[in-house]
T-cell receptor, first 118, second 113 residues
Framework: GAVVSQHPSWVICKSGTSVKIECRSLDFQATTMFWYRQFPKQSLMLMATSNEGSKATYEQGVEKDKFLINHASLTLSTLTVTSAHPEDSSFYIC??????????????FGPGTRLTVL | AQSVTQLDSQVPVFEEAPVELRCNYSSSVSVYLFWYVQYPNQGLQLLLKYLSGSTLVKGINGFEAEFNKSQTSFHLRKPSVHISDTAEYFCAVSDIWNDKVIFGPGTSLSVIP
């Protein structure tokens, strides 16, 4: 099946710094990607929909100035956590759907990035 | 808007026993339904999906699920569990008109030797 990668897999940063997480579709083109965050022992919460060549669509309650999303190409979306604070520590997961016909409407998920803000 | 309910937050079961993880959804439009498994500190793996057609869907690792439109349910079953099935299981729904996937709160399956 289609593969989605994330980089880095984990990151530790100081409070107040910014962190960029990359999400790549390795063998298919994704006009739309999704960003989720997951707190320990909890479900995935959709943060935003990333659209290639246009602005991201954020879910209610998600600060767009805090979580900057850029979908620069058909295979790459980035999430930047600006001025990170300890409460931003979480597991961030991206996903994409392969619309080439072989994906079968399945969302393919990246392996996740664990962010720890000290 | 869609929503997903997983009534059981934790399910302990003995090895080789059968298990059912319950999932109910609400939606005003037709949906696609999914079950995902997440092992500790890992991403999600698709177990199975319902798009259309037969209401009984078979997935990987011996899991199956049945779509019941009248009860708006999509329960996951396995006739005999293994220790390796210990993980978090998420039911998810997507309406057929957009790509958003909404997840349920998850069920933690613990297989007891």
């Amino acid at each position: 099946g289609a593969v989605v990668s994330q980089h880095p897999s984990w990151v530790i940063c100081k409070s107040g710094t910014s962190v960029k997480i990359e999400c790549r579709s390795l063998d298919f083109q994704a006009t739309t990607m999704f960003w989720y965050r997951q707190f320990p022992k909890q479900s995935l919460m959709l943060m935003a929909t990333s659209n290639e060549g246009s602005k991201a669509t954020y879910e209610q309650g998600v600060e767009k100035d805090k979580f900057l999303i850029n979908h620069a190409s058909l295979t790459l979306s980035t999430l930047t956590v600006t001025s990170a604070h300890p409460e931003d520590s979480s597991f961030y997961i991206c996903s994409a759907r392969d619309r080439s016909g072989g994906g079968g409407y399945e969302q393919f998920f990246g392996p996740g990035t664990r962010l720890t803000v000290l | 808007a869609q929503s997903v309910t997983q009534l059981d937050s934790q399910v302990p079961v003995f090895e080789e026993a059968p298990v059912e993880l319950r999932c109910n959804y609400s939606s005003s439009v037709s949906v696609y339904l999914f079950w995902y498994v997440q092992y500790p500190n890992q991403g999600l793996q698709l177990l199975l999906k319902y798009l259309s057609g037969s209401t009984l869907v078979k997935g990987i690792n011996g899991f199956e699920a049945e779509f019941n439109k009248s009860q708006t349910s999509f329960h996951l079953r396995k006739p005999s569990v293994h220790i390796s099935d210990t993980a978090e299981y998420f039911c998810a729904v997507s309406d057929i008109w957009n790509d958003k996937v909404i997840f349920g709160p998850g069920t933690s399956l613990s297989v007891i030797p």
